[in-house]
Structures are given as structure tokens and as C-alpha cells.
């Protein structure tokens, strides 16, 4: 008669082998995947990515917390709402320290414990699905509404002297009317979202 305790041994190993391949696959795949974002990304935006996290890396850990996390995507451009930067943390955040089998009675030590902090290469790879996620039409909007000064809807020729001043640009007036009644495709003097659209999109 056979040992049926050895048969269902060998095969609740036999699960775990599998469970631990499939694992293992699924890791490979994440990781191949991430490379491919990675190499969507022109350098310069893979020195962003990285400029920013090194910034506001305060503690130079390879980690960033909640805080650190929020302000770097927003130097990078994405102002989310704290639910989804949790959800970032929670997906691929890592605990700030392995947790303890004992208690504190110490709220302030429990929360440190349980802290969640985002390594660099995780950040990358987020931060470059968030950036191939971008809408171009909504960037060119955005940098539309740093020009139109009072939110006018059209920049104008004053908005153009500002953004050029700013940014010390020594353009002269003739150049800057110029710039105006080249892409001012209605004739009122201005430039308004879709004929910025349309400068940007050539």
C-alpha cells in the first residue's frame, strides 16, 4: 500500500516549486518591462527623474518618504492628490524598518516603523510610466498657462515681454511683434491656445 503522507508531501512541495517559479517568472517579466520604460525615456528625461529624487532625498538613504516623494513629482511636473501618492507608496514602497515582533507603546516609534519609503529604482520606474503617460496637447497647455499672465486665454504682446525678460532672453520689441503676427492666425494681436497648440505641434 503506498504511503499516501509521502504523496501529498511531495505534492504540496511540488505546488510550492511552482508557486515560487511563477514568482519568479512575474519578477523577470516587471523587471524586463521596467528596462523597456527606461529606454523610452530620452537622457534627459532619465536625468530628471534622477535629479529630482536626489534633491529631495534629504537623509542621500536611496529613499524617499510620503513627503519627499510628493514634492519630487511635483518638481517633475505631476501635482497628485495624496490618495494616489499612498497608493504609490503602498504598491512599491518598502517599510522603513523590518517590523519588530514586540509593541511599542510609543506611537511615534510604531508609525516610523510602519512608514513606507520608495527605493530609486522604483521611483524610475514610476516616474517613467507617469512621464510615457503624458499627453503632449496637455503639457503645451500647461506652459501655455505660464505665459497668459491673468488667464486670458491669449498671450499677448506684454505676456511675451515678461516670459522673455524672465527667462533673460535680450529680444527686441520688433522681434517679439514679430512672433506675434506670425503665429496670430485670427488677427487680434494675440496668441490663443489653439494657434499655440498649432506653433507647438509643427
Known sequence: ???????????????????????????????????????????????????????????????????????????????????????????????????????????????QQSRLLLPFPQFQSVMAQKILARDPREEILRAFELFDEGAKGKINLSDLRRVARELGEGLEEEELVAMIEEFDLDGDGAINREEFLGICLQ
Open 1 to 111: 500500500m503506498p504511503d499516501r503522507t509521502a504523496f501529498g508531501a511531495s505534492t504540496t512541495q511540488q505546488q510550492r516549486e511552482n508557486a515560487r517559479q511563477e514568482r519568479e517568472r512575474e519578477r523577470l517579466e516587471k523587471e524586463r518591462l521596467e528596462r523597456e520604460e527606461q529606454n523610452q525615456l530620452t537622457e534627459e528625461q532619465r536625468e530628471e527623474i534622477k535629479e529630482a529624487f536626489m534633491l529631495f532625498d534629504l537623509d542621500k538613504d536611496q529613499r524617499i518618504d510620503y513627503h519627499e516623494l510628493k514634492v519630487a513629482m511635483k518638481a517633475l511636473g505631476f501635482d497628485l492628490p495624496k490618495s494616489e501618492i499612498l497608493s504609490i507608496l503602498q504598491t512599491h514602497g518598502t517599510p522603513s524598518q523590518p517590523p519588530s515582533s514586540s509593541t511599542s507603546a510609543n506611537p511615534s516609534q510604531q508609525y
